[in-house]
């Protein structure tokens, strides 16, 4: 008999809607539910692509003995991160300041008041490696609840005040300058795996947001050490495990320090980010594996994440079934030699298997291998490469695909829209700027209410209950910003003013730092606010980058106010902490250089227009803005009074409120927006 998660429209939680647990979602009636029954909670958050979400749910949740148990001494609720990510931060930040660690699933328990008292992530079904049983914590939990209630009370109230006490506790606002970001740099460095490329050790995360600093750094400072920190990680990971080497796109992290064998679930958010990273390392360098990589995983989020309505999947999968029925993570994605015979033959597996790294022993688990770029190949292969990637793919196609979670975040479409909008003008696929405009249509159709506020999700294009947070406009409107500069089209400048301007009326405090819930948001135990860079840039600095693109558009100074008072922040961060606030790094780059403000005057059918608008968007300098139109175009406020030059298409270049002469030529406009790859 299904639970009352059955009527959710979230993946995860449908995947949970038949277990013997009688779950209920988070909201007032759960509470209401403990207080009147007299027993805690168990809050248990996870999300649909979580592996090990996957096998505490069969272990535990799936047990009619443990639900028997639990239904009866507690009341079970079960959140999806990903759609109510407010109560993930909350207690998240409960759990790692109790045990130093955190991650997912995330098992807390609470009072009737909603007040943590006891945590942890994963139980197992045994006792294992010190850890005690997940039946063994219920019974000690339930026992404590019955026999010490003053204590756990006492617990909670104090775990509440001390998450009331770290608020704000990231140092006194400073203004990032250029001391500030010559010092991130240098943590960085510190912090560099030179062997290996990227940052820190195992498990390696990719640092999409780090590497847009550096290509930043590198455009402003000329600093090699930033470029090729920023290269060389890309083509660590473009050439290992992390990455799909026969399908495009980027699993969630490698388990490993050397990019070696991924955690293989996919997210949106890790391929939107680094399919953009990829497309700005190529604007820097013109590498052709960077374009490579950009192109390929553009086309993955659009082939494999593209929903019916236009907008993309949250993610797919870790797990899926073996030939022999079995379920596994990374069962879809790893090779065997034998595999590799059956789909190429003896000749061609022989060289798959030295071209792409596939050993007897094997690379991952049962002697099977992550495929990786073992090899560059001789000088001719590349039709031999080209054929045995397609008969590959081919085979991988008739297994067992991973489960899809199809819901719709409104943030990390906003992030695609940005990748696809310009890895779409970059390489003269104008298909991949329609499948941005696509999904930028079911935001505004689907997520955004008659007064400008965004929903946090939808699903076969209905939206959710869940209110948007502080990345979901953050996130839309640069999306929406990068749309604007590559399609000409000022409504999407439009609609980004509108969810900024929520973000200044419900999202930010009198201080200007900003909260990651609106004003008239559901209140939990705390309002979360945390600036740091987590897997996706923070809704803090997200913000911040928006409000300072929308100002270079507009002219407007509360926007531009607004984006250096959240920035200050950054600077506090900086030298201290520099891998976790790479956006806001990035950000602070952008307002030390204006950043550039380039409109582009001409009509739209004429080449020497196209040229122009080609050559700025190419553009290094660290987020310029660019503003295309015809003569006397309303679509952006950088056209005002900005005629043509002798009946020539022309280019218009200002920053920090002193402009360039107007140019027809892109070279003169290259020379002062920074070097591009491709003008």
Known sequence: MANRLSRSTSPYLLQHADNPVDWWPWGAEAFAEARERGVPLLLSVGYSSCHWCHVMAHESFEDETVAAYLNEHFVPVKVDREERPDVDAVYMEAVQAATGQGGWPMTVFLTPDAEPF??????????????????????????????????????????????????????????????????????????????????????????????????????????????????????????????????????????????????????????????????????????????????????????????????????????????????????????????????????????????????????????????????????????????????????????????????????????????????????????????????????????????????????????GDNSGVLEDYADVAEGFLALAAVTAEGVWLDFAGLFLDSVLHHFAAPDGTLYDTADDAETLIRRPQDPTDNATPSGWTAAAGALLSYAAHTGSSAHREAAERALGVVGALAPRAPRFIGWGLAVAEAALDGPREIAVVGAADDPATAALHRTALLATAPGAVVAPGAPGSDEFPLLHERPLVGDRPAAYVCRHFVCDAPTTDPAALAASVGNTAGA
């Open 118 to 463: 006891y945590f942890g992530t994963y139980f197992p079904p045994e006792p294992r490696h010190g850890m005690a049983s997940f039946q063994q914590v219920l019974e000690g939990v339930q026992a404590a609840w019955r026999d010490r209630r003053d204590e756990v009370d006492e617990v909670a109230a104090r775990i509440v005040k001390d998450l009331g006490e770290r608020q704000s506790a990231y140092g006194a606002s400073v203004t990032p300058g250029a001391k500030e970001l010559d010092a991130a740099l240098a943590g960085l460095v510190r912090e560099y795996d030179a062997d290996n490329g990227g940052f820190g050790g195992a498990p390696k995360f990719p640092a999409s947001m780090a590497v847009e600093f550096l290509l930043r750094h590198h455009a402003r400072t000329g600093s090699e050490d930033a470029l090729r920190m920023a290269a060389d990680s890309c083509e660590a990971m473009a050439r290992g495990g992390i990455y799909d080497q026969l399908g495009g796109g980027f699993a969630r992290y490698a388990v490993d320090r050397t990019w070696t064998v991924p955690h293989f679930e996919k997210m949106l958010y890790d391929n939107a980010l680094l399919c953009r990273v990829y497309a700005h390392l190529w604007r820097s360098t013109g590498s052709e594996l960077a374009r490579r990589v950009a192109l390929e995983t553009a086309d993955f989020m659009v082939r494999e994440l593209r929903t019916h309505e236009g907008g993309f999947a949250s993610a797919l999968d870790a797990d899926s079934d073996r030939a022999d029925g079995s379920h596994a993570e990374g069962a879809f994605y790893a090779w065997t030699p034998a595999e590799l015979r059956e789909a190429l033959g003896e000749q061609d597996a022989a060289f798959a298997a030295a071209h792409f790294g596939v050993t007897p022993e094997g690379t991952f688990e049962e002697g099977a291998s992550v495929l990786q770029l073992a090899a560059d190949g001789a000088p001719g292969d590349a039709d031999r490469v080209a054929s045995v990637r397609e008969r590959l793919l081919a085979a991988r196609e008739e297994r067992p695909r991973p489960g899809r979670d199809d819901k719709v975040v409104a943030a990390w479409n906003g992030l695609a829209i940005a990748a696809l909008a310009e890895t779409g003008a970059y390489f003269d696929r104008p298909d991949l700027v329609r499948a941005a405009l696509d999904a930028a249509d079911v935001l505004v159709r689907v997520h955004m209410d008659n007064s400008g506020r965004l929903a946090r999700t939808s699903r076969d294009g209905v939206a």
